[in-house]
């Protein structure tokens, strides 16, 4: 219930409005967002790089809403790829691109703008020595979503899909992806889906998860295990082994501020870990859909609105 709230205001103008006149310095968001600038996403990338972590940049700013702010979000990572290049954050510093923020949901060619928008940030990815993994909105842009990637793939086999354990359809996809060269994000999916196309309960979430992450694991591509399921860890964990996926065959993935402690502690382990670094001055719906994840963390927000100068 609080969830299906919280996610609904994730699309709300006038909650927005007013969460938003909080400083990006507020205890709740500078716990899940690197900063408002390129700089400040740079130097948190170069602090998490020296700690033995890898990176991927998320610039926010879904939901645009004409072709200028597409062209200027493509602009945007083509900047952050050359900082990061020029910073020597390339290769353990890649991107993640939201098909939404270059123009997927604009009338008429969205799609095809948003597919021109991600071959150019892919170009400059390469041209920086590292990649571009596409993240995955809600169910009605899959389709869009994985034929824009197998449209980069002809040029560019290093770009990653996220696929998401809540849809019912994911298995399949896995089956489809997991070939040789194929980069897999595997997450249990944010957005508020109906259960026509969903599972509803966690727990059948999470068992579908692990029947995905068997048919990444044992296929041919590079699975990425995007959780912080301190079970679903250990159970890819062994999946790996029984493989024969020694670390790096495989990466582990988790958001920025969410369970630092265990990045660091797969990190010395030998494990490659990813961490998920957003940051930009669109941080709202990000926002809303952390603390959908997890009711403990509405109490801090409630004191950061309060205490709002
Ligand atoms: P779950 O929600 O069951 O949480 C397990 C444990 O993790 C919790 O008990 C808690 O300890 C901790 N935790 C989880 N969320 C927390 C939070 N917000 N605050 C504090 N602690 C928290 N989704 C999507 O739809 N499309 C996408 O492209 C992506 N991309 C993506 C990339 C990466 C690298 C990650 C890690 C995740 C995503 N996601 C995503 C989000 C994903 O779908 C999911 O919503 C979150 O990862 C939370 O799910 P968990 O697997 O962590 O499990």
């Known amino acids: 219930m609080v969830r299906r709230t919280l996610l609904s205001l994730a699309r709300s103008g006038r909650a927005k409005q007013l969460v938003t006149t909080m400083p ?3 205890g709740i968001v500078s716990r899940f967002v690197a900063g408002e600038t390129t700089a400040a996403a740079c130097q948190t990338t170069g602090t998490l790089v020296d700690s033995g972590l890898a990176v991927s940049l998320d610039r926010l700013g879904e939901d645009i809403r004409d072709e200028a702010q597409a062209e200027a979000t493509v602009g945007a990572y083509i900047g952050l790829l050359d900082e990061l290049a020029v910073a020597g954050l390339t290769p353990p510093a890649e991107v993640s691109v939201k098909l939404s923020a270059v123009g997927q949901s604009l009338p008429g060619d969205g799609e095809r703008l948003a597919l021109e928008g991600a071959r150019r940030i ?6 920086a020595g590292t990649t571009v993994t596409l993240d995955m909105e809600d169910h009605t842009t899959t389709d869009s979503t994985l034929s824009v990637v197998h449209e980069l793939r002809q040029d560019f086999p290093e770009t990653g899909a996220v696929l998401q354990a809540y849809l019912r359809r994911t298995e399949s996809d896995c089956r489809e992806l997991a ?3 194929s980069r897999v994000r595997l997450c249990k999916g944010a957005y508020d889906e109906p259960a026509s196309v969903a599972f509803p309960g966690k727990a059948d979430v ?3 998860y692990v029947r995905c992450l068997k048919i990444l ?4 591509g590079y699975p990425m295990v995007a959780t ?6 250990e159970i890819a964990g062994t999946l790996a082994q029984q493989e024969g996926r020694a670390p790096g065959d495989f990466e582990y993935q988790m958001l920025f501020g969410i369970r630092p402690q265990e990045q660091q502690r797969l990190a010395t382990a030998g494990h490659l870990v990813r961490v998920y670094v957003p940051y930009g001055q669109e941080w709202y719906g990000y926002l809303m859909r952390r603390l959908a994840e997890r009711p403990a963390n509405i109490a801090f927000f409630a004191r950061s609105l309060v205490s709002r100068s």
């Open 206 to 208: 999470d068992k579908s």
């Open 24 to 26: 990006i310095s507020s």
């Open 122 to 127: 892919c170009q400059a990815a390469r041209n």
């Open 179 to 181: 070939v040789a060269g």
């Open 228 to 233: 912080h399921d301190p079970r679903l860890v």
């Open 217 to 220: 694991m044992s296929g041919e």
